[in-house]
């Protein structure tokens, strides 16, 4: 997939299995990891980071088993600088039909110094040596310069010459904390191509981290200045601010061909669909206001705008919905509609599933029908995703029954719970009723995790809205977010705790024994 700077055709390396698994709380278990790999698969993507072997046996699993069903896109893995790390990234990528294994080490002075604690002429040996050893698994390998933009210009182009006669096919330049400006970014890749001898020989990538919110800018103007790789993940997620967000740079370049005549590969009709899943697996709720994907991204209150949309929509639309996957439904759906009918309506929203989730998923349906007179999509969605991941949890709820008000003082919850196949229930107090239902969880299943974010949003409007509610865990150091969906907020409230906990479960078991850093590579 070697690129010139004079080709148009930017290479789209998806990170959020990577980067954005590092942002607090959104760790992802195996089968989610999967769900959403097959969905970058559809959306277009030219490369998947689908994590960082060395750092647990779940990451190695998780790497392993997306090579293993991945078709049509490279599968990434990333590695240290260091012999053991590139060697389990490469066990790792194995299966895969297209496998590269992407490596890094720190060139800023700063990282050397006080990260690495290593002299330059150590790190450049290092480039050399980790570099090589990847090209003897793989002729895909990637080399990052991590903290590139606060570099030695003299000593970046050294790695970089380096890197690329070892072999590297792909070079990441990455802003890894945020820290360029525009015009500073566009000038450190102009730089490299100027003064780097072999430069033409390998990929330029870039990898911009969002701490000054500049992430999709900066690879906006990479590009220009002969970049052919964007490093992005779905959502912006990442650790801190995030990455640039891949929607946000996808649909820049297809809205601004007249500034920037190039092209990817990304179907966007599958960007939204891309984008709730991503949302209801890591439990961060896309802000109203985000570009592209938030849900006020098309919505026109003031009456000045409405009355341009009427007249002619490219008054205040610079992209039609339906290029970003949000369509006008043709099917409506009732308490009388049918499974066929409830199937069609989810393959029109972008889910096919199997026989057992639909079962599942047209059950809570028709619940949802019986209390909802309008059923809105987003109210398919929620309750499709919301069912999708609890399907190997390990504790699910059984039943839930609340009293609380200001006649039943304490409030009081009674709480069902399947935990491993077995079932259990017991009453518990609180000082409110989300409180006692908590407290009726932690007494049929002890743990130590403290609630760090409890957090309510109405999916569609209305009193008979359903509730989608974030609950955040902290245990040890190892932070997790859960999410739930249910016209009761206190059901809903149940469902998001549980989520939490069983991706609790799932980070204790994938824990490996030493806790290696994975902030890499931007």
């Known amino acids: 997939m070697n690129m010139s700077k004079e080709s148009n055709r930017i290479i789209i390396f998806d990170t959020t299995m990577r980067d954005g698994e590092q942002s607090p709380g959104a760790s992802m278990n195996l089968s989610e990891k999967l769900r959403i790999a097959e969905l970058l698969e559809e959306l277009g993507v030219d490369v998947m980071e689908a994590g960082f072997p060395i750092a647990s046996d779940g990451d190695f699993e998780a790497v392993n088993e997306i090579a293993k069903v991945i078709e049509n896109v490279v599968v990434c893995g990333l590695a240290r600088a260091s012999r053991g790390d590139i060697e389990r990234c490469a066990e790792a990528v194995k299966p895969a039909r297209r496998a590269r294994i992407h490596t890094f080490i720190s060139t800023s002075p700063l ?90 020989k390998a990929v330029i990538s870039v ?78 709720t896309v802000q109203p206001n985000k570009a592209i994907v938030g849900a006020n ?15 002619h929509a490219g008054t205040y639309e610079i992209m039609t919905p339906e290029s970003v996957g949000l ?19 989810l393959k029109e929203l972008g889910y096919d599933l199997g026989d057992n989730a639909i079962a ?11 209390l909802k007179k309008d059923l809105f999509d987003e109210d398919l969605i929620a309750l499709v995703d919301d069912t999708v991941v609890r399907v190997n949890n390990r504790i699910r709820l059984i039943s839930l029954e609340v009293l609380c008000g200001t006649k039943h003082q304490p409030p009081t919850a009674a709480v069902e719970l399947e935990i491993d196949g077995e079932i259990k229930s017991c ?90 850093s994975a902030r890499a590579a931007g």
Not at 235 to 246: F, H, P, Q, S, V
Not at 297 to 311: N, R, S, T, V, Y
Not at 332 to 343: E, I, M, T
Not at 474 to 495: L, Y
């Open 327 to 345: 369509v006008e439904s043709k099917l409506v759906l009732g308490k009388h509609s049918g499974r066929h009918a409830f199937k069609v309506k």
């Open 111 to 200: 990282h050397m110094k006080y990260k690495l604690q290593m002299e330059p002429d150590d790190v450049h040996a290092a480039v050399i040596d980790s570099v090589s050893h990847a090209r003897k698994f793989t002729d895909d390998v990637e080399w990052s310069c991590e903290d590139a933009s606060r570099s030695e210009h003299d000593f970046l182009c050294r790695c970089v010459e380096s890197a690329i006669d070892a072999g590297a096919t792909t070079i990441n330049v990455p802003d890894t904390v945020g820290y360029a400006l525009p015009f500073e970014f566009g000038a450190l890749i102009e730089m490299l191509f100027n003064r780097v001898p072999n430069i033409d």
């Open 360 to 370: 599942e998923a047209f059950k809570r349906f028709k619940n949802l029908a019986d």
């Open 207 to 284: 990898h911009c981290h969002d701490d000054l919110g500049l992430a999709v800018a900066n690879s906006l103007i990479a590009i220009g200045a002969g970049a052919r790789q964007v490093e992005c993940t779905i959502n912006g997620l990442g650790e801190r601010a995030g990455n640039a967000a891949l929607e946000e740079l996808v649909m820049a370049v297809k809205t601004r061909q007249d500034s920037m005549p190039f092209s990817t590969g990304i179907k966007t009709e599958n960007i939204i669909k891309t984008s709730r899943l991503v949302s209801t697996v890591t439990g961060f």
């Open 427 to 516: 009453d518990a107090n609180g000082d409110g009723p989300v409180d006692a239902i908590f407290n009726g969880i932690v007494k049929l299943l002890p743990h130590e995790a403290k609630l760090m974010l409890y957090q309510v949003h109405a999916v569609t409007h209305g009193t008979d809205a359903q509730a989608e509610v974030t609950v955040r865990l902290e245990e040890n150091g190892k932070t997790v977010n859960g999410q739930g969906a249910d016209t009761d907020t206190m059901v809903a409230s149940a469902r998001a705790y549980l989520n939490a906990l069983n991706k609790l479960l799932v980070k204790r078991e994938n824990s490996a024994p030493a806790a290696l």
């Open 297 to 311: 991204a098309f919505a026109h209150e003031a009456g000045i705008h409405q009355d341009g949309i009427l007249k």
